[in-house]
């Protein structure tokens, strides 16, 4: 369980980023609602906090892959893999983060580079 932020830090409409390895982002949906997924789209290597948030998904900035925040599906490509989706909640008043034991799917770019490739 990993302490995130206040609740009252995190406006509607913002998410923040958790500088973890892999990176994870809590989202605040306009509607109230609070998702945490893999911070980095699986196409490439972007940060989806820094990306555009519409009701339960969020568009990644660099080539505008979608993905839904409840289930980390992909809604519009070029992303064809989805991100890891982690259990959130709030204990007086902070959020935290419960990581999925699944393993994260990365953009090409990472994987290789972690595996000691040229990215």
């Not at 995130?4 to 409409?13: E, H, I, S, T």
């Not at 892999?22 to 893999?38: K, M, N, Q, R, Y």
């Not at 992303?79 to 983060?97: C, N, S």
């Not at 699944?102 to 040229?118: D, E, F, H, K, Q």
Request: glycine share 6%; hydrophobic share 40%.
């Amino acid at each position: 369980m990993i302490p995130a932020c206040r609740l009252v830090d995190l406006p509607r409409g913002e998410a923040h980023r958790l500088d973890i390895d892999p990176p994870v982002s809590v989202f605040h949906t306009d509607d109230g609602e609070l998702f945490a997924i893999d911070d980095t789209c699986t196409h490439q290597d972007a940060s989806l906090a820094d990306g555009w948030l519409e009701g339960c998904e969020v568009e990644c900035p660099l080539h505008a892959s979608k993905f839904n925040l409840k289930t980390g599906a992909v809604d519009a490509p070029p992303a064809k893999l989805p991100v890891r989706t982690h259990e959130v909640f709030v204990e007086d008043g902070m959020i935290y983060v419960r990581l999925s034991t699944s393993a994260p799917n990365l953009p090409p770019c990472i994987a290789a580079r972690l595996a000691g490739g040229v990215a």
